[in-house]
């Protein structure tokens, strides 16, 4: 029986930090969700999803880490709580029993575990992924005599899986908005004669880059020869645009120069 | 009359581009359009033209009486324009019966001619911008008529206006609506190489046409020009200006990602003669 | 629980069993309610009413198996019932972090109490003090087997479960993704195709997504240009779909029929959608076609009713053209594949009339189109309050001028035929020759115009057709000219006769002559002045002395325009003759008359009749000549 270390208090606080960072992130979901109808834009609503799941994942790890010192810490109210006007708080503080609805997510995860031991659920899943269908594991009572995997088997294939997945993800090209042809014969004159807006890789180089922002430009360009009065005109006229850019030069003499010249005959200077 | 102007300049290298996109913008071929500008200035107050100038038996009364109002104004530049064909350029004149231009006229040319007697002339008078209220669009008054075949300058110097200088112009005409879209630069003519020491202008317009070679962009890098104008029939009649406008900026913004069309200096279109 | 978990942005979708109703609704009664004994049956009792009205997971899955069938108000209250569970598990999840942020915060407060005093809720300041939470370390009995164990299954459980749920996600997704690739393959080869055949293909102009093939007529009238194009849809099998907005799905088009005397006696012939009718070519084609013919039709009503003046009829869908007393021109807009019975009455050469029409009309509205192009592409007039008009096209007025042009010819022809054989049963020899529409023989080949325009330009022009023949007279000759304005007034026919009668040089008709029966009669008139002066200049050569030297009569002209001819014989007796001409028959008649009579106006009944002969093209005995009847009547 002891009062905290610096070192312990120190940790509570990093917990406190965590807590803190989860509750604003789960917050800020709640105010986007009531501010939007009906719902944020995908990608938002997809950001905010994911700082909350590494949040958990934060405190997640650090409550795992400093386990021992927690479970060793023990709370009760001091004389000055007010426990008669306000024992239901004080309840809802301390209390250790889970909700019921953590506690029956907790029987699902176990029994799920115990269908996999008892009736190799783990061993299902790879027909299950070649069929590419079917959600769960459960539901699978059909198949009796499916190969089981012993925990250590579970143990080396979650080794495995991490490294493998990432391997076969980087042999692949995942930037693969233009065919190999298309890249030979050129990105922008391939966006330009299809007259459609398909982004560049993002690993190209800086001034690649650039030349996107252009292309853009340009396709604005036959967007505007279409756009007009609703019909519609003459639209393969672009064909030889892609290249016409490259090296403009620009007018040295300025255009009231040139217009005063017109209107009066003083030369330019 | 009165004429909304925009104009854009379009680097050369855009050109090619610009005129297929101003095809499919309006849905027509370009109109390729060559012109001779003289331009004239006046040397005297005006007074009342009773002079007749030389012939001008091909001009209605009509247009004397409005040449008149143009020209008793003030003191301005004017541009006097004929229309040309390329066919006109480099080839031998075929009235003026000089015998030494016959003799060495062996050009390939020689089976079209100039005939500068019956190049038809038109006086463009361009008030000066109008200052203030249109900032966003230049917007000045205009008129224009019909003038006699021929030698112009007896009769511009019978009106008190003298020849300033001469250069050609060259471009494609689109019709959009009722907007008249220009693409277009100034060609000057090549100095003359047998007098070397006097690179100055001839004081009348030439009676001959070089070949269009020889012909040099005023802008050396052989820019265009892009001008976009809608002429009112009254000025005065505000609704109809505020529709010319527009009608001018719907264009501005069909076009913006191409060309950034704007209003000219007001002072470079400056017409008056100080 | 230290293994990681995505967060459930969808609620797990899971059959729930009855046994799982417990924890959930114990967990709503702690949110909602505090605790269990704020909560008494009452409430309990409405809660359970609205439970059973609305029970969020019977209902979910029911929605995903008819996600598909549910239209767009229905899926929207899905949405807002989902976005409701999102709300409220966040709410939750927030709830339940906070109780834990603020139980740390209040253990801390203790030691740190203005740091931790930060995170604390404002509840919870209010209610208790800070620093009111005591903490010591205890040395926790160790944990059983059991339960590191239970925690293990239970990470493990849903790990696998989650993995499991992640890999069928993947490929899902993969299989979703490649069903999409093969759709768009399908969609862009189609799309190519459509575009190979040489069609425009281009962006909506208001929809920068999606593409659009344009089919229509550039230099329409806008409302018609402006539905010249059609969207390229993908069904979601990649399938090609041609979004036609407005265009009706039924092939239509402009119907031309001959009614002769009270009967349609000619139809144009029905052009019925191809068999391929499905593939996108000739979806295309037909959307353009009907845009085109409802185009046409348009313009007919609008041309037909400015000619009003001129009998044309315009009813909701039919125009009704008169040609010639017996003949009408009905244009009616209809559907292709809608049966149309050949008309019984029908013949062939009426159908060929129509079908003639039928062409001509299409030429003409697209000679019109090239006119508007031709229009929108000259330097514009200066801005005026008045906008130009669009004129009416010139479609039924060519078509018209040119119908009663050709009506007009015949009738002429007859005329002259008739007249013709009436004089040739009389011996007499005359000729004419017509030339049908020489103003269109005329077309001159120009630079400036393609030869198309040119050639339809001259159907626009006047019609001009002209007949000269030879009268019995030598030297005799007259000249019809017609003259049909389609366009400009004034319009209808017009006659000019030109006659050169030698005898008679200061005789000219009038000029302008609208009336057949009035050209009828000047014709007719000078072929029978022709005649008297035949009569007048056949007298025998020996007769040219002195009158009745030799005893026999020498004819003179005595009034012209009434046809009569006087002769005095020897003993003073005057005999008159009168010719009398019309188309079916020529007449002379001789008689005495005193010579007194002259001077009044002759009266045929008053006088005593000599002879009388009248030549008719179709009688079976051919009587004498004219020359021996003159010759006859010349006997003293």
């Not at chain 3, 056949?538 to 005893?551: I, L, R, S």
């Given at each position: 029986m002891s009062t905290l270390s610096p070192d312990q208090i120190k940790s509570l606080e990093q917990s406190r930090q965590r807590l803190i960072q989860l509750t604003h992130s789960l917050g800020s979901l709640i105010t986007s969700l009531n501010q939007s109808d009906p719902l944020p834009s995908w990608p938002s609503l997809q950001s905010q999803a994911s700082i909350i799941s590494s949040n958990l994942l934060t405190l997640s790890t650090h409550l795992s880490e400093n386990h021992d010192l927690l479970r060793s810490i023990s709370a009760y109210p001091s004389p000055e709580f007010p426990t008669r006007t306000h024992g239901n708080t004080l309840e809802q503080l301390l209390r250790t029993k889970l909700d019921p609805r953590v506690e029956d997510w907790v029987g699902r995860g176990r029994k799920s575990d115990n269908n996999n031991t008892d009736m190799g659920l783990w061993g299902t899943l790879t027909s299950n992924s070649a069929a590419g269908l079917s959600s769960t594991g459960q539901g699978l009572s059909g198949e009796g005599n499916v190969a089981r995997l012993s925990e250590g088997d579970l143990a080396a294939l979650w080794e495995w899986a991490p490294v493998e997945a990432n391997s076969e993800a980087r042999r692949r090209n995942w930037g693969g908005d233009f065919t190999l042809e298309e890249r030979e014969r050129g990105v922008q004159s391939v966006a330009a004669g299809l007259g459609l807006r398909r982004v560049l890789e993002d690993d190209e180089d800086e001034s690649e880059e650039e030349e996107e922002e252009e292309e853009e430009d340009e396709m604005e360009v036959v967007g505007v020869r279409k756009s007009v009065t609703g019909s519609g005109f003459e639209f393969d006229i672009a064909a030889a645009s892609g290249g016409a850019r490259q090296e403009g030069v620009a007018p040295v003499v300025p255009l009231d120069d040139i217009l005063r010249y017109m209107t009066t005959g003083i030369p330019p200077r | 009359m009165h004429e909304l102007l925009l104009f854009a300049s379009v680097p050369s290298h855009q050109h090619h581009e610009l005129l297929q996109q101003l095809a499919g913008l309006t849905a027509m071929q370009p109109r390729h359009r060559l012109e001779r500008r003289l331009i004239f200035k006046a040397y005297r107050k005006p007074g009342l033209v009773n002079a007749r100038g030389g012939t001008s038996r091909e001009m209605q009364g009509a247009d004397l009486v409005r040449l008149n109002k143009m020209l008793n104004g003030g003191m301005y530049y004017t541009q006097v324009v004929g229309p040309i064909s390329g066919a006109d350029f480099g080839s031998k004149p075929s009235s003026s019966g000089d015998l030494d231009a016959t003799m060495s006229g062996t050009d390939e040319t020689a089976g079209s001619s100039y005939d500068y007697d019956s190049q038809p002339w038109k006086l463009e008078f361009r008030d000066i911008p109008e200052a203030g209220t249109r900032s966003t669009i230049t917007a000045r008054l205009t008129a224009s008529a019909t003038l006699p075949k021929g030698d112009i300058v007896t009769p511009m110097s019978a009106w008190g206006y003298s020849f300033v200088t001469e250069y050609v112009v060259e471009g494609d005409a689109f019709i959009h609506n009722d907007i008249v879209i220009f693409l277009h630069r100034v060609l000057q003519y090549p100095v003359h190489g047998h007098e070397p020491h006097e690179p100055h202008e001839p004081h009348e317009p030439r009676r001959q046409m070089p070949s269009f070679r020889d012909l040099s962009p005023l802008e050396r890098t052989g820019s265009y020009i892009l001008q976009a104008a809608i002429t009112v029939q009254?000025?005065?009649?505000q609704e109809l200006m505020r529709t010319a406008s527009q009608h001018l900026f719907g264009l501005r913004e069909q076009l913006k990602t191409a060309v950034r069309l704007e209003h000219a200096d007001r002072l470079s279109l400056d017409t008056r003669a100080k | 629980m230290t293994d990681h978990f995505s967060l459930p942005l969808r609620p797990v979708i899971e059959k729930r069993d009855s046994s799982d109703s417990l924890p959930g609704d114990i967990a709503q009664i702690n949110a909602q309610w505090g605790s269990f004994r704020e909560l008494n049956e009452v409430s309990l009792r409405e809660k359970i009413e609205a439970e059973k009205d609305k029970d969020p997971w019977a209902e979910e899955d029911e929605g995903d198996k008819e996600a598909a069938e549910l239209d767009s108000s229905e899926r929207m209250d899905l949405l807002y019932k989902r976005r409701a569970e999102i709300i409220q598990f966040a709410l939750q999840a927030h709830m339940e972090t906070s109780f834990a942020l603020d139980f740390v915060s209040l253990l801390l407060s203790k030691h740190n109490p203005r740091q931790a005093e930060t995170s604390m809720s404002p509840f919870l300041k209010t209610a208790a003090p800070l620093g009111s939470l005591n903490s010591e370390i205890v040395n926790p009995p160790p944990r059983s087997d059991a339960s590191l164990k239970d925690v293990k299954s239970v990470s493990r459980g849903w790990r696998l479960q989650n993995f499991n749920n992640a890999a069928s996600k993947l490929l899902n997704a993969g299989s979703r993704l490649e069903t999409e690739v093969v759709a768009e393959t399908k969609y862009w080869d189609e799309v190519l195709a459509v575009k190979e055949k040489g069609w425009k293909i281009c962006r909506l102009p208001r929809e920068g997504q999606a593409l659009g093939v344009q089919y229509g007529f550039l230099e329409a009238t806008p409302i018609f240009r402006d539905r010249g194009l059609a969207a390229l849809r993908r069904a979601d099998d990649g399938r090609l779909v041609l979004d036609k907005g407005l265009i009706p799905r039924k092939a239509q088009g402009v119907r031309v029929r001959v009614k002769h005397k009270g009967h349609i006696a000619g139809c144009s012939k029905v052009y019925r959608p191809s068999q391929d009718a499905e593939s996108i070519e000739s979806r295309i084609l037909q959307a353009r076609d009907t845009l085109f013919e409802e185009e046409l039709f348009h313009e007919l009503i609008r041309e037909a009713r400015i000619l009003g003046s001129q009998g044309v009829t315009t009813r909701q869908n039919l125009v009704q053209v008169p040609v010639c007393d017996e003949q009408e021109i009905l244009l009616d807009l209809v559907d292709w594949d809608q049966d149309h019975a050949p008309e019984e009455t029908a013949s062939s050469e009426r159908n060929v009339l129509a079908d003639a029409i039928a062409h001509s009309i299409r030429i003409l509205l697209t000679y019109a189109h090239r006119q508007n192009l031709h229009r929108r592409t000259q330097l514009p007039p200066p801005l005026a309050p008045k906008r130009r008009p669009v004129p009416e096209y010139q479609i039924l007025r060519p078509i018209m001028a040119y119908l009663q042009h050709k009506s007009h010819i015949q009738w002429l022809e007859s005329l002259l035929s008739d007249l013709r054989r009436v004089l040739e049963s009389a011996g007499i020899t005359c000729d004419f020759h017509a030339t049908h529409f020489s103003s269109i023989g005329t077309l001159q080949p120009s630079n400036l115009i393609p030869k198309v325009e040119a050639l339809a330009r001259v159907f626009l022009a006047p019609f001009e057709s002209t007949f000269s023949g030879t009268l019995a007279t030598p030297q005799s000759s007259f000249r019809v000219r017609i003259r049909t304005n389609p366009a400009v007034p004034p319009f209808g026919t017009f006659y000019e006769i030109f006659v050169h009668l030698p005898q008679f040089p200061d005789v000219q008709p009038p000029s302008h002559i609208g009336l057949q029966d009035e050209v009828a009669a000047v014709i007719t008139h000078f072929a029978m002045l022709d005649i008297a002066s035949t009569i007048s200049l056949?007298?025998?050569?020996?007769?040219?002395?002195?009158?009745?030297?030799?005893?026999r009569l020498s004819w003179e002209v005595a009034y012209p325009h009434h046809g009569e001819l006087l002769a005095v014989d020897s003993t003073g007796q005057s005999k008159k003759m009168k010719v009398n001409l019309s188309r079916e028959e020529l007449t002379i008649h001789t008689y005495f008359s005193s010579r007194s009579e002259t001077f009044t106006r002759p009266i045929v009944s008053r006088s005593s009749t000599l002879r009388i002969q009248t030549w008719r093209p179709d009688l079976k005995e051919p009587g004498p000549s004219l020359v021996e009847f003159v010759a006859q009547a010349s006997q003293p």
């Open positions: - | 009254d000025g005065s009649n | 056949h007298n025998p050569p020996n007769a040219q002395g002195v009158p009745g030297k030799t005893g």
